[in-house]
């Protein structure tokens, strides 16, 4: 069976290109190790004013006991919640750096799911050079939409592949986000969100992602209202380049 095994540091985060999902597979394939991997169904990076996370979901052919022996050979891991021979609940500290393993039912293979909690340098890394990347400025061109990127930033994220089969982005291009504090009601909101389809008919709503989408200046568009836990209303945007 194998075993972990600490590897090197890479300088993975030093200089992302977040154009594909290689730096995130690459950083996780370095501090964890994939076990089983057959290929990669999606990933993401995303980030609040309080935590944040790194995501990677994969397929694998491999039994759930085969993969729960290797990740319970991580650094610190123990068994969390359940686990039997079909649930797969690990927990491990890589490096200061909080990992979950946990599966999904699948008919065809395993899917399993790691979440890793980025330590806060490494974790500085990637949020700035995210932000620098987030395109705002193709944003602000948007008439009406000005009013929602006036609010401090709460967070964002970047994905990749998670909506390969959604008819609201383009598979396999990255689904850029950024969310805002908003102080306006849910009802501004709304007039907001009527404004905007009247200045751009092509658009539509998702009631099952609760988004607004809108095709403008080349770009897909998705406007979002929410209200977290702690009660801070937002506005989360996302962006994704249409195609040549």
Do not use: C
Not at 52 to 66: C, D, I, P
Not at 120 to 131: D, H, K, P, S
Not at 197 to 204: F, I, K, L, T
């Amino acid at each position: 069976m194998p075993r972990y095994f600490p590897k090197s540091p890479k300088n993975t985060l030093e200089k992302i290109d977040f154009a594909n999902s290689a730096w995130i597979e690459n950083y996780i394939e370095d501090e964890v190790g994939l076990f089983g991997k057959d290929f990669y169904i999606n990933t993401a990076f995303s980030y609040n004013l309080r935590s944040n996370k790194m995501v990677v979901t994969y397929a694998s052919q491999n039994t759930v006991e085969e993969a729960r022996e290797y990740y319970l050979t991580l650094p610190g891991a123990e068994l969390s919640g359940r686990n039997d021979e079909t649930s797969l609940n690990v927990t491990a500290d890589i490096g200061g750096q909080s990992l979950r393993v946990y599966n999904y039912f699948s008919e065809v293979s395993r899917v399993i799911e790691l979440t890793l909690i980025l330590n806060n340098e490494n974790a500085e890394l990637v949020i700035a050079q995210l932000e620098n990347t987030f395109p705002e400025q193709e944003l602000a061109q948007i008439n009406k939409a000005e009013v929602f990127l006036s609010g401090d930033i709460f967070g964002g994220y970047v994905r990749y592949d998670y909506d390969q089969f959604d008819g609201f982005a383009h598979p396999y291009l990255p689904i850029f986000s950024r969310a805002y504090l908003y102080e306006g009601s849910q009802e501004d909101f709304e007039s907001v969100i009527e404004a905007l389809n009247q200045a751009y008919p092509e658009s539509r709503y998702s009631d099952s992602q609760k988004a607004n989408y809108f095709y403008i200046n080349d770009q897909i568009i998705s406007i979002t209202y929410l209200v977290t836990d702690s009660g801070e209303s937002l506005v989360t945007i996302g962006i994704q380049q249409e195609p040549d």
